[in-house]
């Protein structure tokens, strides 16, 4: 299985900053890494697809980007509906796997 | 628009089996879709279980394989996932999602269910 990495774990922000989440991987792969934003006691959320594509909906302060075996997520400028935490998923071998999440609080 | 809802037992014995279902509502279930079950154990991140197309085939997670099955039934838009010989291991908030195709990334969720293993 390709074991992904987050970094941090959760991190300490404010309304307005940038805010970058890393995704390792164990190895390389292609474009398939995925990420979601996930609130207690709500349904996890598709924010990016093949790394950096949006989904139908999400604010474009969401962006996603890397390659090879390191993937970053930002977002730009923290809204007040962005506190949650976030996965990233790699979907290029099987199994897929999740990244242990990065809560941003 | 889509929406997926979970349902089963919350409460299961050790060495019993697991049964949830997940009902679509707004999609086809006989379409491009894959439908999946994803866990997350307690104070832990995600994992994938494991898929379903609308033909039967399916993809496991190889760590769940030999207890797990996952099934479809058509008409009532609703596929199911059994887990077998239950330890505390598998207690956790367990989802049901869609992919738009095999192995990928998941668009819709469901609000999950909480499972807890226990005497």
């Known amino acids: 299985d390709i074991q992904m990495t987050q970094v941090p774990s959760s991190l300490s922000a404010s309304v307005g900053d940038r805010v970058t989440i890393t995704c390792r991987a164990s190895?390389?792969?292609?474009?398939?890494l995925n990420w979601y934003q996930h609130k207690p006691g709500i349904a996890p959320k598709l924010l990016i697809f093949?790394?950096?594509t949006l989904e139908t909906g999400v604010p474009s302060r969401f962006s996603g980007s890397g390659s090879g075996t390191v993937f970053n997520l930002t977002i730009f400028s923290l809204h007040p509906d962005d506190f949650a935490t976030y996965y990233c998923?790699?979907?290029?071998?099987?199994?897929?796997?999740f990244g242990q999440g990065t809560k941003v609080e | 628009q889509v929406q997926l809802q979970e349902s089963g037992p919350g409460l299961v014995r050790p060495t019993g089996t697991l049964s949830l279902t997940c009902t679509v509502a707004?999609?086809?279930?006989?379409?491009?879709?894959?439908w999946s079950w994803v866990r997350q154990p307690p104070e832990k991140g995600l994992e994938w279980i494991g898929e379903?197309?609308?033909?039967?085939?399916?993809n496991y997670n190889p760590s769940l394989k030999s207890r797990l099955t996952i099934s479809i039934d058509k008409p009532t838009k609703e596929f199911s996932l059994n887990l077998k010989s239950m330890t505390a291991a598998d207690s956790g908030v367990y989802y049901c999602?869609?992919?738009?195709?095999?192995?990928?990334?998941?668009?819709?969720w469901g609000q999950g269910i909480q499972v807890t293993v226990s005497s």
């Open positions: 999602a869609r992919g738009p195709e095999q192995l990928a990334a998941l668009d819709c």
């Open positions: 707004g999609d086809s279930i006989v379409n491009s879709a894959w």
């Open positions: 379903i197309f609308h033909n039967g085939s399916t």
């Open positions: 190895h390389s792969f292609n474009i398939y």
């Open positions: 093949a790394t950096s």
């Open positions: 998923q790699q979907t290029s071998t099987s199994p897929p796997t």
